[in-house]
């Protein structure tokens, strides 16, 4: 396709916008980025507990999740995967989206200091403590036909499944689900492209803390993840601790990490100013 | 390009100008063949089974079943139910994309500033024509993108990169079974999925002839 003069310098000024966010979008979380969370490094206040619970190895976890207040999962058994599905409580159409979460922070790996968006532009939750750092946003959790692959026959309770059940007692069905994120799944790829499973960081009593940024549905389920090469079908529990997290400071490390991410909170702020004025 | 094969039966040969959606059935045995007629034109592009619109692309289960973040010739297209939608039987750019997902308005604000709110997407696009088969935004989960180069760095840094597609590069895709497809022609100038240039498509369903 031939352009004209206009067309072209159109062009040029698009790539140069494109190139300052990419520069300052690379560049500005990556140094403002915390190492892991160390194991004894984050003791919650026992005022702070709301609910704590213990998922058995293939089962799930359902919850309403209140803005400001967070959910700890903790990998007691360190052979656990824990995948998540997220949706606005006021709005179930508004849920995570593993793809915008990756694609504006330009990066596909979580760790303390990311957030979580949603499809409508926002923050839902924000990774406000994170031992390991090594979780799973491309290839989501297991199904039937997974397990039968990996274990052979019998009877094994999926993530595909469980979220079915999950959405289901949340008053919603199959067609609200969406591509889930899974914590402990320390899945990379190689230099061509293909998955790799590197168990060696994924251990006994790592655990992840999520903010909710607005108020949420929470499904959670706690199976192998397809990847995990264990040939034995053996997920341990998990705890998972609902508490009151601190109020964000001003300088709130997820809400001030990058410009995307300032971003995404000033949609928050614009939406729920409009949410308290319905109030 | 290869050519269709005298004996087929074309079904619809079509062009999607610029910036816009379309849908059709395709039916089990059908091939679909999308050519990026102008170079560097990223194709958004979503399936969901004919007879049951809650069975759709699973992203995630795509790439799990071939064991890579990148979609090529030999890709099972997989449904939320573990099924092969369809089969991806010829592919001659070689770069696709399936974890970046869909521009929208409200993604926009966040990735590039609250100025680029205003500007069509394709959330936009496939919410419209989603809406014709009694689908909502519920319904829209994140897609495929042909022609689309998003390469996936070893430690985890992911961007949006200049398209490598040529003028007549072209995917097919056999469908496995009868399934809704709709495509948004991807509208972005924000980042160079297009070459910040949107340009027409061409969309062809065919059925193999019977030599």
């Not at chain 1, 999962?73 to 606005?88: E, M």
């Not at chain 1, 491309?138 to 979220?163: E, H, I, K, L, Q």
Request: hydrophobic share 35%; with cysteine.
């Amino acid at each position: 396709m031939i352009l004209t003069e206009q067309e072209k310098a159109e062009v040029e000024a698009n790539r140069q916008r494109y190139e300052q966010h990419k520069a300052l979008g690379q560049q500005q979380a990556p140094k403002a980025l915390p190492p892991p969370t160390p194991r004894d490094g984050a003791p919650i206040a026992a005022d702070a507990i709301i609910h704590r619970e213990t998922v058995p190895g293939g089962w799930y976890y359902v919850t309403k999740l209140g803005r400001g207040e967070a959910l700890r999962l903790v990998n007691t058994s360190g052979t656990s995967c824990v995948s998540i599905q997220a949706w606005n409580a006021f709005d179930p159409s508004e849920r995570l989206n593993h793809a915008d979460t990756i694609k504006v922070q330009w990066a596909a790996s979580l760790r303390k200091g990311r957030v979580i968006l949603s499809d409508m532009g926002r923050a839902l939750l924000s990774i406000i403590e994170d031992t390991s750092g090594a979780h799973d946003t491309m290839v989501g959790g297991s199904t039937a036909a997974t397990n039968a692959a990996r274990y052979g026959a019998g009877s094994f309770r999926n993530t595909r499944d469980n979220f079915v059940l999950a959405a289901g007692k949340l008053g919603l069905d199959r067609r609200d689900l969406h591509p889930s994120i899974g914590f402990f799944a320390p899945v990379a790829v190689d230099s061509q492209g293909r998955f790799e499973w590197h168990g060696e960081r994924r251990n006994k009593g790592d655990f992840v803390d999520l903010r909710a940024e607005l108020d949420l549905l929470v499904a959670v389920s706690n199976c192998p993840h397809p990847l995990d090469p264990s040939p034995s079908y053996a997920p341990g529990d998990i705890d998972i601790i609902r508490y009151q997290a601190p109020q964000p400071a001003a300088d709130d490390l997820c809400r001030t990490v990058s410009l995307e991410a300032k971003r995404a909170f000033e949609n928050n702020a614009f939406y729920l100013a409009g949410v308290a004025g319905r109030a | 390009m290869t050519a269709i094969p005298a004996s087929a039966r074309i079904v619809l040969d079509t062009e999607i100008p610029a910036r816009v959606p379309w849908s059709a059935i395709i039916r089990k045995g059908q091939t679909l063949r999308i050519v990026d007629s102008h170079g560097q034109q990223a194709v958004d592009t979503l399936f969901y089974a004919a007879d049951d619109h809650g069975e759709r692309y699973s992203g995630q289960d795509t790439l799990r079943a071939q064991g890579s973040a990148y979609v090529t010739t030999g890709t099972r297209i997989m449904s939320t139910e573990g099924r092969t939608m369809l089969r991806m039987v010829a592919d001659s750019c070689g770069l696709h994309d399936t974890s970046a997902g869909a521009c929208s308005c409200e993604s926009n604000t966040v990735r590039f500033g609250h100025q680029t709110k205003y500007l069509h997407a394709c959330r936009e696009n496939f919410v419209l024509e989603a809406a014709k088969h009694g689908l909502s935004k519920r319904d829209i989960v994140p897609n495929l993108n042909f022609f689309m180069n998003v390469p996936l760095d070893t430690s985890g840094n992911f961007t949006v990169v200049d398209g490598v597609s040529k003028p007549g590069d072209y995917v097919e895709m056999v469908a496995e079974m009868d399934v809704l497809c709709l495509i948004s022609n991807c509208p972005q100038v924000n980042n160079p999925c297009n070459g910040f240039f949107p340009t027409p498509i061409q969309v062809v369903i065919y059925e193999a002839g019977e030599d």
